[in-house]
């Protein structure tokens, strides 16, 4: 089954060498390409220092996330998943984090949890990052939502350079499970004067 395709993004660098001539299709991630997920965290997850940075999502939990709502997007060159994101449903810590930046129950409804964006090394260079997060907030805003959360290690000082240039502001930070320090970071999709009232 072929995915949906987004757009297409030309390259500039391969292995951290200028390159032409080099296109990456961004498109959604369906069941059937869950393997790619998987076999693109093996490669990135071997290639990083601090492996706590990165979770592992297994297909049950990625069917999940499709499954309530969710999306999962991905950089293709040729066939080869090349970086990949979602976005998700608040849940969890999540959850407790838009309560205590002081969002009700509507406004929480109105969010996606936009996820750790992975890269294969041999693409890094290539703004994906910033690629994948602009895709993903804008099909937040076409599926309706109002805001959106992301979370960027303290150290992790290119990604959070990234999430701030596309206007997301640190509200909370907080340490996960590994004692790692993380920014929580929040972004209005829609104009204050069109912000839902909240009911009681």
């Known amino acids: 089954m072929v995915s949906i395709l987004i757009k297409t993004v030309k390259l500039s660098k391969f292995n951290g060498e200028p390159c032409e ?6 498109r959604f991630i369906t069941k059937d390409r869950f393997e790619d997920v998987t076999n693109l965290y093996n490669k990135v997850s071997e290639s990083m220092q601090n492996k ?12 999940s996330l499709l499954d309530k709502g969710g999306f999962i997007v991905g950089c293709y060159v040729d066939e080869t998943l090349v970086a990949s994101a979602f976005c998700e449903q ?15 129950e509507d406004e929480i409804n109105d969010t996606y949890v936009s996820g750790y964006v992975m890269v294969d090394p041999l693409y890094r260079g290539n703004s994906l990052h910033r690629i ?10 076409n599926r309706g939502k109002k805001n959106i959360l992301t979370v960027v290690a ?6 959070l350079n990234t999430v701030l240039n596309l206007g997301f502001e640190v509200k909370l930070q907080k340490e996960n499970e ?22 009681a």
């Open 21 to 26: 001539n080099l296109f990456t299709d961004i």
């Open 52 to 63: 706590n940075w990165l979770k592992h999502r297994d297909s049950i939990y990625l069917s």
């Open 90 to 104: 608040p849940s969890g810590d999540y959850l407790d984090n838009l309560y205590e930046i002081g969002l009700c």
């Open 132 to 141: 994948l997060l602009e895709t993903r907030i804008d099909e937040s805003i």
């Open 154 to 159: 303290v150290d992790n000082i290119f990604s």
């Open 178 to 199: 590994y004692g790692i320090k993380r920014n929580i970071l929040f972004k209005q999709l829609t104009p204050i004067q069109q912000k839902i009232e909240c009911t």
